[in-house]
């Protein structure tokens, strides 16, 4: 079952954050935050840092 997100990005371009890491947990509240307030810039800089993030301490 997936969720249904209210997601301008396609899926894959919009990072999820990994459950229990404190860095995934902030930049993923950044992330709603942005979409909440439908600041595209912020919410681009926010899947921009947590995709970085996921892929090198998650490795995926
Ligand atoms: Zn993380």
């Known amino acids: ?3 249904v997100l209210c997601d301008p990005f396609p899926t894959g371009f919009a990072p999820v954050p990994v459950d229990g890491c404190a860095i995934c947990t902030e930049l993923g509240a950044r992330q ?3 979409r909440d307030a439908g600041n595209q810039s912020a919410l681009t800089d926010a899947n921009v840092l947590l995709r970085r993030h996921v892929r090198q ?4």
């Open 32 to 34: 709603r935050k942005a």
């Open 57 to 60: 301490a998650h490795g995926s």
């Open 1 to 3: 079952m997936k969720p």
